[in-house]
């Protein structure tokens, strides 16, 4: 929060008054601009049973937990966390069009779908890339949004650029919210291709504010004005992070019409807010076949009671879009939650969940991401599964990726990195091969 200091020469009543209105307000200033860093200040905390009902009954069977105590966790979540997608049809058409069949000296085609969504007035577009390999079987995928553009995680020239908003910041080649040529191949690090391609997988991506601009202005444009006609959305209807999951859902909609994608085995991937979207989406759509969450933090992985870098209050101050209004709610009040982030991991289950963190990345809590999917490896266990319920905290780059819930923490700070990459690819091989 900005404050704009404005020198005039006053009285002393007047100065006062002033000094008055600057300490009645300082609690809402601190609140969400504060933060702790500090382990030892972590307060006590209780997370709440997983495999505990409503109505006290104690879940011991994978039947049970899909019977009674999975749809219960879903719709907690659901209404005070994401928000529910709100009534109406939209209808979804695609074109496809062939950029490069011998890209990758032959490795791999390139294709970008376009998608149209649209109700009876208004449409909406977004561009979907995909780059899969020239082999005769359908090809798994991994599937994620990308935050400035397609063009930017491969320097290929036929690529589209974005035709809407893109996130401004430090990005290169991004001047007023429009992407330019100069940001082409700017994020190839996030992306390995050749390394994916390589393990045998295709890439789809497309650019998140395609979906949905990450902006606050009321839910007017992207995907939520074709809905407007049913808001003012509700306090328990999505904010952005539910729509950007809705839109990974469509896309599977789409690979599923497509013979040379192995529409059962896509992993769905996300990194940082990104990351938040695609946990949210593996929770409610099981088609995917594996998901995997990179520095998502509060709102994402990270357990919120913990209080720890990233507090509840400070991302629905500084994000006001990205939830339902329920969970304002939360803020600074995290131990009046009835659930943590560990129910939005053990949705997941018995799908096959890797959570990624960095050292240097305390904004997000790597200690709360790997707690919560140690606490969510109950649910894995109800399927015979091994999660990572006998593990402590990790060294540094010392993965655990041997069983149904993997996690590592890595040296270097907030980011997507070819070692992250790596331990996801031997994780999708494990359990998509």
């Known amino acids: 929060m900005e404050i704009k200091v404005k020198y005039v020469l006053m ?18 200033f601190s609140s969400s601009q504060t933060s702790n ?6 307060p006590p905390y209780q997370l709440p049973e997983l495999q505990v009902t409503e109505a006290g009954i104690r879940i011991t069977t994978k039947e049970a937990w899909e019977a009674k105590r999975r749809p219960e966790v879903l719709s907690t979540i659901e209404k005070e966390v994401y928000g529910k997608v709100p009534p109406g049809e939209i209808d979804v058409e695609t074109t ?11 490795k791999a085609t390139l294709r970008e779908i376009t998608f149209v969504f649209k109700n009876k007035e208004k449409s909406s577009e ?17 599937l994620g949004y990308n935050f400035q553009g397609n063009h930017t995680i491969l320097p290929h020239e036929a690529i589209s650029l974005p035709k809407g908003w893109v996130l401004n910041g430090t990005q290169i080649g991004v001047m007023d919210n ?9 994020k190839y690090s996030r ?12 890439v789809a991506t497309m650019h998140y504010g395609d979906i949905d601009p990450d902006f606050d202005d009321g839910f007017k444009n992207g995907v939520h004005a074709l809905f407007a006609e049913y808001g003012p959305f509700k306090p328990d209807e999505w904010g952005s992070i539910a729509t950007w999951s809705w839109g990974l859902s469509r896309i599977v909609d789409y690979f599923e019409t497509d013979d040379l994608i192995d529409h059962k085995k896509v992993a769905v991937i996300g990194h940082s807010r990104l990351g938040k979207a695609t946990l949210w989406a593996g929770a409610i759509d099981t088609r995917f076949a594996m998901v ?14 913990r209080r720890f870098g990233e507090t509840v209050s400070a991302i629905n101050h500084q994000f006001p879009h990205w939830f339902c209004d329920n969970f304002n709610k939360y803020n600074d009040k995290e131990s009046q939650m009835s659930f943590d982030q560990h129910f939005l991991l053990a949705l997941i289950a018995p799908r096959p969940l890797y959570v990624a963190s960095a050292k240097n990345d305390s904004w997000a809590d790597p200690r709360g991401e790997f707690l919560a999917a140690k606490n969510a490896s109950k649910v894995y266990a109800l399927y015979g599964l091994t999660g990572l319920e006998n593990h402590d905290f990790p060294l540094e780059n010392t993965p655990i990726r041997e069983g149904s819930l993997g996690y590592h923490i890595r040296t270097g ?19 998509l091969k």
């Not at 040529?181 to 700017?186: D, K, N, Y």
């Not at 995997?292 to 009671?305: H, I, P, R």
Request: aromatic share 12%; proline share 5%.
């Open 292 to 305: 995997v969450s990179n520095d998502s933090g509060c709102g994402g992985a990270a357990l919120s009671k």
């Open 126 to 142: 977004a561009t979907l890339l995909l780059i899969l390999p020239n082999t005769k079987q359908p090809a798994p995928v991994f």
């Open 178 to 186: 429009k992407a330019s040529q100069l940001s082409r191949g700017s």
């Open 37 to 42: 860093t500090d382990e030892t200040r972590v």
């Open 11 to 28: 009285h002393g009543r007047e100065i006062a008054c002033y000094w008055l209105c600057f300490l009645l307000l300082l609690p809402m």
């Open 191 to 202: 992306w390995p291709i050749l390394n994916i391609l390589n393990h045998g997988y295709g």
């Open 96 to 106: 496809e069009k062939i950029l490069d069949n011998h890209a990758f000296n032959g």
């Open 413 to 431: 700070d907030h980011d997507l990195t070819i070692y992250d990459w790596e331990q996801f690819l031997y994780f999708a091989d494990h359990h």
